[in-house]
Nanobody
Framework: VQLQASGGGVVQAGGSLRLSCVVSGRTFIDVAVGWFRQAPGKERELVAATARSGRRTYSAASVKGRFSISRERAKNTVWLTMNGLKPEDTAVYYC???????????????????WGQGTLVTVSS
């Protein structure tokens, strides 16, 4: 499985960005996908995740109500839509894929076997 993450950039606080993760090398609906982020000096953390079905999702408490994850099967793409960005959202964002049941959301880093290269999001105050 190959994952190509893009869409990062510099945005002012309160602004929005949409990250994309294109999945290839495997049938799109066969993998659960998550978005993680890692800020300087901090551990990588799960931001949002979607089950293979796309019907069940997870959002971390720190981003709930501001970020949303969605799947677009026609484009083999998982989107992370980020609104109301804050300086503390500054990080490198990674998408990851793993196996799972149809409606199972993966929330542990160890559940993901395949990782993209990361895209940098910088939120200025």
């Amino acid at each position: 499985v190959q994952l190509q993450a893009s869409g990062g950039g510099v945005v002012q606080a309160g602004g929005s960005l949409r990250l994309s993760c294109v999945v290839s090398g495997r049938t799109f609906i066969d993998v659960a996908v998550g978005w993680f982020r890692q800020a300087p000096g901090k551990e990588r953390e799960l931001v949002a995740a979607t089950a293979r079905s796309g019907r069940r999702t997870y959002s971390a408490a720190s981003v709930k109500g501001r970020f949303s994850i969605s799947r677009e099967r026609a484009k083999n793409t998982v989107w992370l839509t980020m609104n109301g960005l804050k300086p503390e959202d500054t990080a490198v964002y990674y998408c990851a894929a793993g196996n799972g049941r149809w409606d199972e959301v993966k929330t542990r880093r160890g559940d993901y076997d395949f990782w993209g290269q990361g895209t940098l999001v910088t939120v200025s105050s």
